[in-house]
């Protein structure tokens, strides 16, 4: 489950760590659980979303978290469902497939919580913390190239379009620079090694983000995966929705929340389409939207969770239209730098 991006207490790229589920009312009015159901939880993490749909309605929840940790973590909560609960080993962007394998071709509502888990900052071993000292890693499956890896083997020119798309950092090339003649000297193969060398050329006020927040966002993103798995959990959703049932998703920061809006406003049109996703031609709306533009916190909840302030909620009811053909994904995300992990400058 991700953790919201905040200000100084900020603890990684993307977002501090919480255990709070956030906009938890909004999701459950928006996801509308009800007896007999069928939902997904595509991003378990600690399982926030997942105990509180078992307890509004007497329903199933097919729960699946890419982290090995979390689906460790996470069987105390499946002992006490009594059989309500599945926790699914599987990216989210495969919770078509997830479903299916527990038995639910079809269901009656996925909730997304896009990003890093409160339990993964809090671990400085992961590596998504740059107030934590730990290995370089960032992987939230475990496995796969790491973040040191990235940092070690792409070309200054590479490194700089990473941190500038992924991360939206200003000085990125700077940043890219700084990181190649640091690695000339000595591996870089750790958290705070890896900050300090950012904080050298990016500055902040006492009140703004960490120096290396964008950074550190962008080489997770990068080494998860984490827009194009979003791009696949949104498809895989229209696919297997019945018709009425309700996609919720909420995000932390503006590429997530752009891909979910464009994919959420093209499958609400029946054509025209977009200069971000062309509408296939004759395709009847596979969504209406239930949430008019984005649902952000009330003054409650940032009073009493400062870190939910930059969560956005966007949520669609499945109309009885076929699925539009996934296609080119791509369509979906922003231009994305071409990265080659071998090639060094």
């Known amino acids: 489950m991700m953790a919201g991006r905040g200000g100084p207490e900020t603890d990684a790229a993307g977002g501090p760590a919480r255990h709070l589920?956030?906009?938890?009312?909004?999701?459950?009015?928006?996801?509308?659980?009800?007896?007999?159901?069928?939902?997904?939880?595509g991003t378990f993490g600690a399982g926030g979303y997942?105990?509180?749909?078992?307890?509004?309605?007497?329903?199933?929840?097919?729960?699946i978290d890419r982290d090995p940790n979390a689906i460790r973590d996470g069987q105390?909560?499946?002992?006490?469902?009594?059989?309500?609960?599945?926790?699914?080993?599987?990216?989210?962007?495969?919770?078509?497939?997830?479903?299916?394998?527990?038995g639910a071709p079809q269901v009656d509502g996925v909730v997304l919580d896009i990003g890093v888990s409160s339990m993964?900052?809090?671990?400085?071993?992961?590596?998504?913390?740059?107030?934590?000292?730990?290995?370089?890693?960032?992987?939230?499956?475990?496995d796969g190239p790491s973040a040191a890896d990235l940092v070690a083997k792409l070309s200054e020119t590479d490194l700089a379009n990473l941190i500038y798309r992924f991360g939206e950092e200003r000085r990125s090339r700077a940043v890219a620079r700084a990181i190649?003649?640091?690695?000339?000297?000595?591996?870089?193969?750790?958290?705070?090694?890896?900050?300090?060398?950012?904080?050298?050329?990016?500055?902040a006020k006492p009140h703004e983000p960490h120096p290396a927040t964008r950074t550190?966002?962008?080489?997770?993103?990068?080494?998860n995966d984490e827009l194009g798995?979003?791009?696949?959990?949104?498809?895989?959703?229209?696919?297997?929705?019945?018709p009425g049932g309700r996609l919720v998703i909420v995000t932390f920061h503006s590429l997530e929340d752009r891909i979910v809006k464009n994919f959420l406003a093209n499958r609400a049109k029946a054509s025209g389409g977009s200069r971000h996703m062309p509408a296939v031609a004759g395709a009847a709306p596979s969504f209406t939207l239930v949430a008019r533009g984005a649902v952000?916190?009330?003054?409650?909840?940032?009073?009493?969770?400062?870190?939910?302030?930059?969560?956005?909620?966007?949520?669609?009811?499945?109309?009885?239209?076929?699925?539009?053909?996934?296609?080119?994904?791509?369509?979906l995300l922003p231009p994305l730098p071409v990265l080659d992990a071998h090639r060094r400058r």
């Open 21 to 41: 589920p956030v906009l938890l009312s909004e999701v459950l009015h928006y996801l509308a659980p009800k007896d007999g159901g069928v939902y997904v939880d």
């Open 50 to 63: 997942t105990r509180a749909i078992l307890a509004r309605a007497d329903c199933r929840v097919i729960a």
């Open 76 to 102: 105390a909560l499946v002992a006490e469902s009594a059989g309500r609960l599945a926790l699914m080993h599987e990216r989210f962007g495969a919770l078509d497939e997830a479903a299916a394998g527990a």
């Open 120 to 142: 993964q900052i809090d671990e400085g071993e992961r590596g998504f913390s740059f107030r934590r000292d730990g290995p370089l890693d960032m992987r939230m499956s475990q």
């Open 180 to 203: 190649v003649e640091a690695r000339a000297t000595a591996p870089i193969e750790r958290t705070l090694q890896l900050a300090d060398i950012v904080a050298k050329v990016v500055w």
């Open 216 to 223: 550190f966002q962008a080489l997770r993103i990068a080494v």
């Open 229 to 242: 798995e979003l791009a696949r959990a949104l498809s895989a959703a229209e696919r297997i929705l019945r």
């Open 296 to 331: 952000e916190p009330g003054e409650g909840e940032l009073a009493a969770n400062p870190r939910a302030r930059s969560a956005k909620l966007r949520a669609g009811e499945r109309t009885s239209a076929p699925a539009h053909p996934a296609g080119d994904l791509s369509s």
